[in-house]
């Protein structure tokens, strides 16, 4: 199996924030040379400041146009993180359906694109597909329909793809964090505030428990949250293990609740989940 060393050149989607950004800047300093995607100018100023061996390359995975410019500019890499994506929450009785396509489209359609855009960029000298996806492509819960529909889809896609790629020399792991500090779910919880204020009374009655619940966890994500460094260091274990595992399922907590929920009875669990969700 071929691992990543220093020196090898990493695509990175979505690396203006969060945990694209966090890993952007431990490969760098690792050695490694990275393509960082950003959607503007001002984002790519920023990141090309922070680090000279971050080069900010313009990529919307909504626009392949995008990705295969990107790809030209590249020419080989060794690994790719697939790590841009959005958040959306709302019952699925009343979610926006042009919010939902919006989700899918960024999360699921936009990590197909890029892995159709970089991945003949790996093949040359073997390489690493990450896809970044979360505990909850394993388990959802009220509200976070929307975002787990994306992220079980984009399991799919993931265990698809490495199964199809596996004569080829190139690795795919999956990596499933819990709550991560990022703005991700900053534009998710405003949205939540929004939604309460157009809600009828019956619609409160029915589902304003658990909006609010998960309005709390967003506002409180930096103190119950895992920083997104510590996503970071498991992005580089998996590009650099010889033989890495196909998934990791990040946080002491996270892995509990998978246990749980493969053991358990679907309404056991559902219990489980429900009572984590009433207010405090």
């Not at 990107?70 to 979610?95: D, K, Q, S």
């Not at 919010?99 to 990590?111: D, Q």
């Not at 993931?158 to 080829?168: K, M």
């Amino acid at each position: 199996m071929t691992a990543t060393r220093p020196g090898d050149v990493i695509i990175i989607t979505g690396a203006s924030t969060g945990i694209g950004l966090s890993a952007a800047i431990a490969l760098a300093e690792r050695g490694y040379r990275i393509a960082a995607g950003v959607r503007n100018g001002a984002d790519a100023d920023r990141l090309r400041a922070i680090h000279d061996r971050i080069e900010p390359i313009i990529m919307d995975v909504t626009d392949p146009g995008t990705l295969c410019a990107a790809a030209t500019a590249i020419g080989i890499a060794a690994g790719l993180i697939v790590n841009a994506g959005i958040a959306v929450a709302g019952p699925v009785e009343l979610i926006d359906l042009g919010a939902l396509e919006r989700v899918l489209a960024v999360n699921v359609v936009g990590a197909a694109a890029t892995v159709q855009a970089f991945l003949p960029l790996l093949r040359p000298h073997g390489g690493r597909v990450i896809m970044m996806s979360s505990v909850s492509g394993r388990m959802s819960v009220p509200v976070l329909g929307p975002y787990a529909a994306s992220k079980h889809a984009l399991e799919a896609l993931s265990d698809a793809l490495r199964l199809e790629v596996s004569g080829q020399d190139i690795e795919v792991a999956i990596l499933e964090p819990g709550s991560v500090t990022t703005p991700i779910w900053g534009k998710a919880s405003s949205a939540g505030d929004t939604m309460l204020g157009h809600l009828d009374e019956r619609a409160v009655e029915r589902y304003g428990g658990f909006i609010g619940s998960v309005r709390a966890k967003a506002h409180g994500s930096s103190v119950n949250s895992m920083a997104p460094e510590t996503v970071a260091r498991v992005i580089t274990t998996a590009l650099e293990a010889c033989r890495p595992r196909t998934r990791y399922t990040i946080g002491t907590r996270v892995r509990l609740q998978v246990m749980l929920s493969t053991l358990l009875p679907d309404r056991w669990f559902d219990r489980i989940k429900l009572r984590a969700m009433r207010p405090r």
